[in-house]
C-alpha cells in the first residue's frame, strides 16, 4: 500500500454517488468543481461517442432519454431478465454493460478526487446493499477495476452507515436497525456489535421502493391539477423539486400551483406504509422485539421528509438517530473504513470512562474520592472506614459523585447503612468497595470486617450516563470554588485532628506530673490554647488551624516519649528488674 496515495471511500448509490477521503484524521466527503459532493448515478452516451456523468449526463436526459443510463445498480452483476429487470434498450443498443457504465461513474467519481485531492488515487473502499450476492459484489469490484481502481473492499451499506454513527457510541451486542429510503431502493437492516465490528443480523426491504415513486405520484397529481402529460420529464423533475422544498416548507408552487406538505403527505402515506412489513420481517429475521433494540438510525436522502421520521418515530416507538446527513452517512462510512485500512485512521474503540468523581461521603461531610473521574470502566477500588463516635452501632454511607471538596455540594446517588458491633471510636472496620461493571453499572459493597456482614447496593446508569452539559457545570465549578472548598476541608481536617489531640494532651500532662520541666509544660500549653482560640474564633481560619495543631502534634511527640519511657520504665520496676 502507497503511504502517499490516500485511498477513496465510495457510496456507489442508485440515485446519486459520493467520494471521500481521510484528510489529517478526518473523514471528508469531496466536491465536484461545482462544489457539489453528490453525483447524480447517470451516464450519458452520446452519439458522437462522448460519454458524461453526473448532473450533466441527467440534463441529457430530457434531448436523449434513450442514452441516459439512470439507475444503473438495479442491473449490475445480474443475469438479463433476473429480478424481472430488462436490461434497457439502451445497453444493448450501445454495446455496453452495467458493469461498464458503473465504471463510467466511478472514473468520475476517482477524477472528482484527483482533481480536489491534486494527486493520483489507485485505492477504494465501494459501498454495496448487504443483500448483494457474490455476483453482484464481484460486479461492482470489476466496474472499480474497469475504472482504473483497486478495491481494497466491499462494505455492506447498513455496515458503513452505522461506522459513519460512531463505534464508540456502540457497545458490544448492541443491535442497530438502519432504515435507508433512498430513491430507488429501501433496505432495513438489523445489525449488531460483536468483536468491535457490527454482524449484519438481517436484511430486509423493496428494491422498487423510493423517492422516485414519489415523484411520479406528485408528478400525476401536478400534471392532473396543470393539464399537463404526468410522463414529461420536466414535470418530474418539478415534481422532485416540490417534495424536496416540502422537507423544509410548508408550501411549495409550480406554474402558480400551491403545494402543500399536506398535500404530499397525502399521497406519500400509502408509499411509506409499505416500509412497515419490510420492518418488522427484519426484526424478526434477527429474533429480536422492538424493544431490544438499542438505536434506529436514518439514511438515504427520503429520511429527509418529516413525514418519514414521524412514521419511523411511530413504528420503532422510539427518536430515531439523525444526527449524520442520510444521504451522506454510507460515503461516510466508506471514507472511514478506507481511513482505517490505510492507517490514516486509527480504529480507537473509545472504552467508556467515569465522567465524575465517586465517592462516599465521611467525617465533618467531606467528600471521599473512591473511584476518581476519568477511569476506564469496568473499574473496582475500595477503601476502610471506622467509626467517628465512641458507641456508634452502624454507619451511613452516602454515596456520591462530583468534584467537590464538601459531600453536600456533589450529587447523593444512594445511601446505605452497615450495622456493626458498637465499641470505641475507631474500633469498627467498615470496607466500602465501589465496582462499575462493563454496562455502567455502580455495585457497592460495605462489610463489617468484624461479623463479615455484606450490605449492598446497585446504581444503575447514574455512575457513568451524566450528562455533558451537567459534568462540565460540575467541573467548571470545582474550580470556581477550589479555594473555598480546599479551605473548608483543611479545617474540616485540622478541627478533627485538633479534637482528638487536645484531650489526649491533658492526659498525658496529668499523667506525666512533674515529670516534665515547667518550660516545657508552659510550651505544651501555649500550643494548645493557640488551638482552641482557633477553633473558637468565628472566621474558619483554615491554615493557622493547620499550623497550629502541627505545633502542638510536635510538641507533644516529646510527651508521647516521656509517657513512653515512663511506661517501660514503671514495668521493668514492677517485673523487679532495676
Ligand atoms: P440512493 O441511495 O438511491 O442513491 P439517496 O440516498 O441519494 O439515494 O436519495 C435520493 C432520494 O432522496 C431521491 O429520491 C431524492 O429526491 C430524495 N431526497 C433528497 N433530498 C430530499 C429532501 N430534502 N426531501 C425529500 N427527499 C429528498
Ligand atoms: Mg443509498
Redesign the pocket.
Known sequence: MNPNSPILGI?L?????LVGVVDSGFPILLADENGSR?TP?AVCFAEDGTITVGAVALRQRALHPMHTITSV?RLIGRRPGEGGWVPPYVLSDLKTSPVEVSAEILKHLKAVAERALEQSVSQAVITVPAYFNDAQRNATKRAGELAGLEVLRILSEPTAAALAYGLDKFGEHQKVAVY??????FDISVLEMRDGTFQVLSTAGDTQL???D??RMLAAFIAERLNLPANDIRVLEAA?TV??R???DETAAFNGLDITRADLEKIARPWIERTRMHCLRALSDAKIKLDQLDEIIL????T??PLVRDYVRELFGREPNTSQN??EA?ALGATIQAGILSGSLRQVLLLDVTPLSLGIETFGGLMNIIIPRNTTIPAKAGEMFTNAVANQDNMLIRILQGERELAKDNWELGRIEVPFPAGPKGSARVGVQFSIDADGILHVLARDTATNQDTTLEISGTAIDVEDERVEQMIAESVDFAFEDMNERIWTESKFKAEELLPAVDAALTQLGDAITDEERSDVLKHASEVRRLLQSPGHDAKALKAATQLLDDATQSLAVLLLDRAMEESLVRRGLV
Do not use: F, Y
Not at 448509490?13 to 454517488?17: K, Q
Not at 435507508?180 to 431502493?185: A, I, K, M
Open positions: 457510496d448509490g442508485t440515485t446519486n454517488s453528490s448515478s445498480k435507508d429510503l433512498g430513491g430507488g431502493t423510493g423517492g422516485d414519489l415523484d422532485e417534495k424536496k416540502l422537507s423544509v439514511v438515504g436522502g427520503s429527509r421528509m442520510p444521504d454510507i
